[in-house]
Every structure is written in C-alpha cells, then in structure tokens.
C-alpha cells in the first residue's frame, strides 16, 4: 500500500516513476493514441498510451505494447486498476496540468460493459445503484462535507467536557409517543420498539449527574410519508445540558455549534462546493434571530400569506415565509421560533409560569425546521400532570417517571435531522440525495 | 446558567460570592452545624452552615436560619440543588481544600427518602436504576474514558482524510448470516432486518470510490447468550479502507489506531483511572505481536491446555492462553491471530492463493477477541463461489454481488465492539458495567 500516490499529491511531485490507483472515468481511445482519465478519492488524472496497433503488412510488433493497446481500448467506465508509469508535468494538460504515461496497468476488478444508470437517470433509479451514484463528485463531496461537519461538532462538544452516549435503540416502550413506532418480537413474547428519538435516554443522562451529553446515532419513525424531508431511518444529532434557566440556553449552545460547524465546512470545502454546487457557504453570526410564534403568525399574515392551520402553529409554507422575512430584515439564514402553546408541544416541555407557554424552541434554517429544542419538565408531579393532559397513559411512562424521582436538575437540549441540516446547506431538494442509503416507505435495499 | 461555578474550579478561585449546583451525596447533620457533600459532574465540594435549631427557652430566633436548617436536615441523597454561598479556602478540609458557607438553597427536585439500590447492589439491581447506578464516581469516568477513547480514534481517522458513513440498520435481507437476526414488519408485507454490522454498506463505500471510512454505530443481533461479552445490541466501531496489499495494512491501521486512542485516555483520565479503578492504562507499542493461529494452537498446546474445538480455532481459554504468552514473552496485552482457514471465517474473507488461507486477523486484547479484520474477495465471481461452498443463497445476496460488478479495488477493514474494548481497558468483568443501557434477552428497559 506504501507506493500509492493519491492524484491530489501528483502535481507536488517531481516528474518520474509513480503508482496511481483508481476507476476509469473515461477512455479516448484514438488510432495513435490512447487516453485514460483515471479517478481516486482525491481527483482525476490523465493517462497516457502511444497505442500500438497490429502492422497492416503484418511485420512484427512489441507483444507488450500491442496487449498494453488492447487491455486499454476494453477497459469499461468504472474499472479499479492501479497504473505505474512516468509522471510529467505538462501546463497543457488542462486537468492538473500533469500526465502519467502508462508503463504496466493491472486490472483489479473489471466493470460491466454497461452502467445502469446514467448521470441524469432519476432519483429512484439511482438509489437503485446508489454505489454508482455515490461515484459522482458532487455526490463524494456531499459525505466528506458531512464528516467535516459532524467533527465539528463533536470536537466543539469535547472541548466543552460533553460526555458521548450510546443510548439503546431497543427500548421495551414508546420513546414518545405510541405512534409510527417500528415494533419487533423479542425473545419469549416480549416486544421490542425501535427508538424515535433518543430523548427519555439523554434526559437520563442528566438525572445520571452527566451535565452535559451529546449523541450522534440512528433514529426510527414508521412514517408513511413521502415528502422531501422525511425518512424512516434518519440520522439524529442530540444534545442535552444541566442546569440551565430556560430553553435560551440550549439555543445559545446550538447556535453557537452551528456556526462553529459551517465554518469548519466553509473552510475546508468553500471552494469545492462553490464549483461543484454552484453555492456560497454562509456562516451564520450568532445570535441567530429569535421571534416568538405568534408574532411570526402576524408577520407571515401581512405579508399575505393566511396559514390555514388551525391549533397556531406554523405549515410548511408559515416557514418560508418567516424565513423570507428574516432574510430579508436580518440578512440570516436561520431563525428561532420560540413560546409554542403546550397543545402543540410534547408533553415534557416545561412550561412558562407567567405565560404558559412552552420554554421550547423550533429552529428554520432556509424556511424548513431542522430542530426542535426545549426546557424539558424536570419536576415529576408537573410532568405526571402535563402527560395526562395529553392522554398519555402513564404505566408506559412510569420508567421515565421513575428518573426524576430521585432528584433531577433542570435541563434541556435539542434534536437535529442530520440530513435536512446537510440538504440546505448544500441547497438540495430532498433528504435522499444527502443520505448514504436512503430508507422510506417503499425503500429498504440495497 | 453563566453564574454557576463547577467544582473542579474553586479551588483556583479566590475566596468570595459564590453559586454552585449538583445533588446530595451526603449530609451530616450535627447539632451545632450541618454539612452537606455536594457533588456535580466534575467533583464533590463541602457545604457548611451553622445549625440554628428552636430555642428551647422559646426565645425569638431568625425564621430565615431555621427555615435553612431545617431544609438541610430533611435532604434526601440525591437531591439536586443549587446553593449560593461564600467560598473559603481551609486546608483543614480534606476534600479540595475548599469550603462554600451556604448563604441561599434552591432545591431543583427533592429526591425520594429510600434509594432503591446501594453501592454493593447486585448488577441486574443496579441495571433497573441504572440512572442512579450511573451516579457513582467510576461509572461516570468510564462514560469519559469512552467519549475521549472515541474521539481520539475519529480524529485519527479525520485527520487521514476518512469519511465517516451512516449506514442504514434496516434491511432488506440479512447482513452476513440469516442466524440471530431481528425481522421487522415494514410497511405492507414487506420484512426489515435489522443489521448485525455494517459490513456491506462499508464495502459498497469502497465500490463507491470513498478510498477510506469509518462509522461507530449500533448493530443488533438476536443472541440468545448471557455471557459477559455478548449484547442483543451493541455499539460497533469499523472501518474499511481501499488498495490494501493484504489483511496487514488492515492490521497496521488497527494498531495505530489503538495505540493513539489508548495513548489518549492514558493522557487525560490516567491518574483517575488509578485513583478509583486501581488501574495503570499501559498504552501499547506498535507493532503488536502476530501470530499465525497454527502456531498459536502449538503454543497454548504446549502450555498444557488441549483446546477441544476440532474445527482449527481458538477457543476462550485458548485465547486466554495465547495472550498470556504472548504477555509473558512479548510484553504485550495484544495480539494478532492470522492464518484462519476458510471453513471459519465468512465467506467474504479473501484467501490467500498460496497457502488457501484467509487473510484474516482476529485482535485479542487480554486474552478477548475485540476484532476481526480481513482482507474482503472483491472479484465477483470468486466471491459467488465462496458463498456458494458456505451454502448461502445467491438471491439473498445477490445485491451486494452487484456492488462487485461494476468495479471494485481490493480492499479490507475491521470491526470491533466499543464495549469489550473499555471493558478491558478498565479491568471490567463483564460489558454490562461499560454500556450505558444494556440490552440482552431479558433486558430491555428502562
């Protein structure tokens, strides 16, 4: 493995011996010469071949050089081979300006003659072969923007003295609700769910004497929905911190990570996806902007837009509109909708004693909610009561009552799609093409 | 939140105003004067304050002191509050030299009276109230010896360039084998099974052209065993990397990899580790031994255990043996097994041509495998008879055959439980004790 050199190490190098390995992008396979363009992790290169063709008057050739010729006018788009051959720097090669002439090529596994997809086949048909799709450089940028980002974010937490947890995705009850729940047999007719959220287990945490907790894992929701947004198995981005006075404080911290992280991807990969995506990564200034629910309802209304929900929340279109809005009166991206009604609320959310109002937070980020955030009821008679308004029955609920029996200090946090956060900043339509391997309704392969 | 001062901080604080939060560890209410241990997430501190109790002369006393003193006498262990005092250093007071006067105390959520488990509780008693469970000193530093342990190997990766994969936990067919898998019911008549590793999403990112990744994420397998070592769900730590030689470079990488992330743990919690595990991290030298498992049967045979398997493997107490060998002999608390044959390894494993054996490593780490790593066949149609000769069904993994047909670079990676791994690291006798919320067959809550 020594002797490889990655293509972005090529025009650094002195011209001479060296080893690529990679796929074949593409093959010119003219009369007098042959060009390969061979692909890696880290660019394209160009390869080249004085084809030797079988003499006419049938004089004799170089065996090697004629089998070299043929190897090469066969070669499929996508076969991995490892070239050795003589690196030279040439300022008219337009790709790098550098050239390999080709001295032994090794085939390490050849590619069907025909790809099934092509680069403007659909969306359905390369999620079929996602592993080509995944080929693509728009595509391998997407998952090394998405690697930056989430170190990011963890190292932003590690350097905070957050604990990382693995909580269960097995869980013996609902996480939050009875509803879209995946449920499996386990062992001698007990049933297991799969986790929606990992929120009673970070609170957990908290009633654990953590402080502050992150998690980054997969998340479960048995959604029969097909929209842009939405998947059954998402990757959920979490944190929860002790001792806090109210949801500001979680919206301090993730505005705070938040911008950290799109900086780290600004920096690392700007240039790359203004070229690749056409797009300017704008790092947001903290504070993000902070407009409570109903005054977002009045603003959204004069601007002529009549939301035709009916329990005061915001639709779809409610958050394109706030959105647009602040864009254009803060020039930001992202905005806090906080002082939900606790109707519309999950029943852990503490609420308000002036108000009554929810402590809880949707943040939007380019008009689509990315997260919800809240001050999560640490009180148990409080929380015992907020759950039976809801009709939750509470034998499901009592192992989660159970941990703030014991002492518990206020807390709270937040939870975030990674795929919807990365979507918008890369300005994609839909969650799927963001996502490694999507999972929908109709989706489970490969 | 910003007033707050953790614990660890006031002994570099001067003497004055202060407010720290945490709960009860223990109060010690004497006649004269009451103090309490208060702890939080980065150390414990003693509160003090002058016990006022009713005059028996009935004379006018402060209501304010009695009142306080009263609350303290009625804490409960575990109770979380805040208290807002004066700090004062007094190197008579064994715990950090530091005493805070309570001036103000706000309780957050009184705990109950009865703590329902004790420090000598039985572990199934312990996993009940594994919040409470959580609250003691070790548990909390294992959970930041795994954040750090962590963090250290994604760093090492990030900073090599690595991407780091979500791959998806349902699935349409099973990942290696059909034993031990949860099914699912998916929307519609479909079946879901939930991944007992990530082993064909981390290879299709090789066929994808990512060059190198990784991912630490649960896998589930339905085992129905008990033992100290085996979870229903776990957390798994892989990575896979292209233009490997052989299963060695696999190998290279794991030991760095270890060698760093251990390296860092030494660093950060090594004289805490000592403090409350009675425990020196000893942080390995690469590179670790290897030993073809021929050899390594001739050994442990030689040491006088006669291992009973007949099919050529290592049984527990022949991993026992060979690593105290290798201890004995080498200084080493790892080891690398190579050479398995064929019959014992997944079908996917590559052979070497000269010998017929796989290239294939298990990882022992004081005499308990933590790994497997191999070098993966990425010729198709080898791959299609090797599953064949394991009497797999073609149609069942015909998907991930594709991945091999449209080129693929040879390629290998490991996996290695997080769990086993930290229980090692921390002298543990069972995974149990360093996973947050176990789950075995008779363990699914809380």
Redesign the interface.
């Known amino acids: 493995?020594s002797e490889?050199v990655l293509v972005q190490h090529l025009q650094a190098r002195q011209d001479g011996p060296v080893s690529v390995?990679?796929?074949?992008e593409t093959v010119r396979d003219q009369k007098k010469v042959q060009f390969v363009i061979l692909?890696?992790?880290?660019g394209s290169v160009q390869l080249v071949n004085p084809a030797t063709r079988p003499a006419e008057d049938g004089s004799e050739q170089d065996a090697g050089a004629l089998a070299l010729t043929t190897l090469i006018s066969e070669l499929?788009h996508?076969?991995?081979l490892?070239v050795a051959g003589e690196l030279k720097h040439d300022e008219r090669v337009k790709l790098g300006g550098v050239e390999i002439k080709i001295g032994a090529l090794d085939v390490?596994?050849?590619?069907?003659a025909e790809?099934?997809i092509a680069a403007d086949s659909g969306m359905d048909k390369r999620m079929d072969w996602?592993?080509?799709d995944?080929?693509q450089r728009r595509n391998?940028l997407i998952?090394?923007v998405?690697?930056t980002l989430?170190?990011a974010m963890?190292?932003y937490w590690?350097d905070r003295?957050?604990?990382?947890?693995?909580?269960?995705?097995?869980?013996?009850?609902a996480s939050e609700s009875n509803a879209e729940l995946?449920?499996?047999?386990?062992?001698e007719d007990?049933t297991?769910y799969?986790a929606q959220s990992p929120q009673f287990?970070k609170q957990?945490?908290q009633?654990?004497?953590?402080?502050?907790i992150f998690e980054i894992?997969?998340a479960?929701r048995?959604d029969?929905s097909f929209t842009s947004r939405h998947a059954?198995?998402f990757?959920s981005i979490d944190a929860e911190i002790?001792?806090?006075?109210s949801h500001e404080?979680v919206a301090t911290m993730q505005e705070e990570l938040l911008a950290t992280a799109i900086g780290a991807v600004a920096d690392k990969h700007g240039a790359e996806i203004k070229e690749l995506f056409d797009l300017d990564i704008v790092v947001p200034t903290v504070p993000f902007p902070r407009i409570p629910l109903a005054e977002a309802r009045e603003i959204v209304k004069a601007r002529g837009y009549d939301i035709p929900r009916t329990d005061g929340d915001l639709d779809p279109e409610g958050e394109r509109q706030i959105s647009a809005h602040v864009l254009e009166t803060y020039g930001h991206q992202f905005v806090f909708i906080t002082d939900y009604h606790p109707e519309i609320r999950a029943f852990y959310h503490m609420r308000d004693e002036k108000t009554g109002l929810t402590k809880s937070y949707d943040l939007l980020f380019q008009g689509v909610e990315i997260t919800t955030g809240a001050q999560r009821e640490?009180?148990?008679d409080v929380l015992i009561t907020q759950a039976a308004e809801k009709g939750l029955e509470p034998e499901h609920l009592d192992?989660?009552f159970?941990?703030?029996?014991?002492?518990?200090?206020?807390h709270g946090g937040f939870g975030m799609g990674?795929a919807r956060l990365l979507m918008l900043l890369l300005g994609q339509d839909s969650i799927r093409e963001v996502t490694?391997?999507f999972?929908g309704?109709?989706r489970?392969?490969?």
Not at 21 to 24: D, E, H, I, P, Q
Not at 161 to 173: F, T
Not at 182 to 187: A, G, H, I, M, V
Not at 242 to 245: K, N
């Open positions: 493995m490889r390995s990679g796929w074949v692909r890696d992790e880290t499929s996508g076969t991995f490892t390490a596994a050849a590619a069907l790809t099934p996602r592993f080509l995944l080929r391998n998952f090394r998405q690697t989430e170190h963890r190292s590690i003295d957050y604990i990382e947890v693995h909580s269960p995705k097995l869980m013996a009850s995946f449920s499996l047999d386990y062992f007990q297991a799969l287990f957990m945490a009633v654990a004497g953590f402080g502050k894992a997969p479960f048995a029969p059954t198995e990757t002790s001792w806090i006075d404080d640490h009180r148990v192992f989660y159970d941990f703030f029996r014991y002492g518990a200090p206020p990674l490694y391997l999972r309704p109709t489970l392969a490969p």
